[in-house]
């Protein structure tokens, strides 16, 4: 038994005693970081048990979500239209209705098993609307190749044998959307790409992005792809660092893959 971190999580249960705040939830959630990767279990937030499929990565998406509020976002439409691309497991899904509860949500994620985790986290909150689609977002219907693993990095991958279900993101764009949220690990400069080619880009309001290069791609970045992209299709942006780089690291160096920048985005 590792005595520091024993008294160190007593410490704080006494610290935090009587606190029902985000941020005291959060602080008591804590070991969910010493938790073995792609490990599954349960917790509470906010009154609910909350199945995960990754600790660190559930810790994470709660402090972003939930206090840093990166996906929330003002409308004056009190049924807005969401498209949440890159799912996982729910906890965006969960704030989208908390923050809209009148909202048409549809919610993309790939990986079957976390796909039921997504589905019942919302089923244990009550939420019934929400459309949960069990296939990859991408640029035709069909299958293609998914690098499942078990967090929140799961990536199209082509080339790789295990295919899994991917419909043609395209189809979601009959109507005006509200709100875009694209978090697909790589996925997203074809997503926009195909988007932007057949005009559908003109049906969003608002949107967040994660922008995304992996340290094993010999190329250089494509952020400039999006860039243009939007640009083109009359959006203004804002892009915000992810904490990727080392700190004062010669050329930046990488301390870890993917999440480089997000890109929050709104129509001129």
Same mark, same amino acid.
């Given at each position: @038994? ?10 704080? $249960? ?12 959060? +602080? ?14 349960? #917790? ?12 660190? $990565? ?5 402090? +972003? ?19 949440? #691309?890159?799912?996982?497991?729910? *906890? ?16 993309? %994620? ?6 039921? *985790?997504? !589905? ?22 069909? +299958? *293609? ?7 929140? $990095?799961?990536?199209? !991958? ?6 899994? =279900?991917?419909?043609? *993101? ?13 978090? #697909? %690990?790589?996925? %997203? ?6 988007? !932007? !080619? ?5 049906? #969003? ?9 992996? =340290? ?19 959006? $203004? ?22 999440? @480089? ?8």
């Amino acid at each position: @038994m590792n005595l520091a971190l024993f008294f160190g999580d007593r410490w704080r $249960s006494l610290r935090l005693m009587g606190r029902t705040d985000d941020r005291a939830q959060l +602080e008591r959630l804590l070991p969910l970081l010493r938790r073995p990767k792609s490990r599954p279990g349960e #917790v509470t937030w906010r009154g609910h048990r909350l199945r995960y499929a990754d600790g660190p $990565s559930l810790y994470y998406q709660l402090a +972003e979500i939930y206090l840093q509020g990166v996906y929330d976002f003002e409308t004056a439409n009190p049924t807005p239209r969401i498209l949440d #691309v890159g799912g996982n497991m729910g *906890i965006a899904a969960l704030r989208f209705r908390e923050m809209h509860p009148q909202a048409s949500i549809t919610t993309f %994620e790939a990986d079957p098993k976390i796909a039921q *985790i997504l !589905q019942d986290n919302l089923t244990r909150a009550g939420d019934h609307r929400t459309a949960v689609v069990a296939a990859a977002a991408w640029v035709r219907t069909g +299958e *293609i190749g998914f690098n499942a693993t078990g967090d929140d $990095s799961g990536n199209i !991958q082509a080339d790789l044998p295990t295919k899994l =279900p991917c419909v043609d *993101i395209l189809d979601y764009f009959d109507a005006p959307i509200d709100f875009l949220k694209l978090d #697909v %690990e790589g996925a %997203e400069y074809d997503l926009l790409a195909h988007l !932007q !080619q057949h005009g559908a880009l003109t049906q #969003v309001r608002q949107m967040f992005l994660e922008l995304h290069h992996w =340290p094993a791609n010999p190329e250089p970045p494509r952020f400039q792809e999006i860039l243009a992209t939007l640009t083109a299709a009359g959006f $203004s942006y804002r892009l915000s660092a992810a904490g990727v780089f080392h700190p004062g690291s010669e050329g930046g160096d990488l301390a870890q893959s993917g999440n @480089m920048l997000t890109l929050r985005a709104w129509r001129r």
